[in-house]
Antibody, heavy 121, light 111 residues
Framework: QVQLVQSGAEVKKPGASVKVSCKAS????????MHWVRQAPGQGLEWMGW????????NYAQKFQGWVTMTRDTSISTAYMELSRLRSDDTAVYYC??????????????WGQGTLVTVSS | QSVLTQPPSASGTPGQRVTISCSGS????????VNWYQQLPGTAPKLLIY???QRPSGVPDRFSGSKSGTSASLAISGLQSEDEADYYC????????????FGGGTKLTVL
């Protein structure tokens, strides 16, 4: 069965960086793009970008360009999202989500459990 | 400000039919398929409807989706207490080198 298991909660100071991991199992890791989506407390979902685990190619939302880095390690089927220069409004739950792209369209069929990142001095 | 527009709240009594709307533009809903996600309190989003009107395995047929032009809607019939959740529409947007966009979410309350 497909599973995406994310790393645990983090508390960071403003200006620091955070790296969240997402370990995939139950499918061929390199066969599906991985997206990252965040959700601030009490707010909606915000797309951050995706990584192609096969090539390492990325597409970041314009808001996060120069600020987020998505990488992967195919040997352990794990995707990473690193956010730098953290601010208090980066406090959010960060999700990874597998994308399916087929003739009927594109959608995220499996999601990680989420990683709470708290930015506080 | 979300790119896709949803009503912030909706409600219904058990057994009723409820619909949630999602409005976009030509660069997103108008040219790409729409997906719906259900988020129960304290949990990750779950795919509910994909490609406008397709249900993943395990999703009851009480849930249905439709799309027309630059708008989409989610219908829930035979409302149940366990349907109380936040619902988000999503679509790919062709602007700004491509991006996924979401609605602001609709909190469904079962009275």
């Amino acid at each position: 069965q497909v599973q995406l298991v994310q790393s645990g909660a983090e508390v960071k100071k403003p200006g620091a960086s955070v790296k969240v991991s997402c370990k995939a199992s139950g499918y061929t890791f390199t066969g599906y793009y991985m997206h990252w989506v965040r959700q601030a407390p009490g707010q909606g979902l915000e797309w951050m970008g995706w990584i192609n685990p096969n090539s390492g190619g990325t597409n970041y939302a314009q808001k996060f360009q120069g600020w987020v880095t998505m990488t992967r390690d195919t040997s352990i089927s794990t995707a990473y999202m690193e956010l730098s220069r953290l601010r208090s409004d980066d406090t959010a739950v960060y999700y990874c989500a597998r994308e399916v792209y087929d003739s009927s369209g594109s959608y995220n069929d499996y999601w990680g459990q989420g990683t709470l990142v708290t930015v506080s001095s | 400000q979300s790119v896709l527009t949803q009503p912030p709240s909706a409600s219904g009594t058990p057994g009723q039919r409820v619909t949630i709307s999602c409005s976009g533009s030509s660069s997103n809903i108008g040219s790409n398929t729409v997906n719906w996600y259900q988020q129960l309190p304290g949990t990750a989003p779950k795919l509910l409807i994909y490609s406008n009107n397709q249900r993943p395995s395990g999703v009851p047929d009480r849930f249905s989706g439709s799309k027309s032009g630059t708008s989409a809607s989610l219908a829930i019939s035979g409302l149940q207490s366990e349907d109380e959740a936040d619902y988000y529409c999503a679509a790919w947007d062709d602007s700004l080198n491509g991006r996924e966009v979401f609605g602001g979410g609709t909190k469904l309350t079962v009275l």
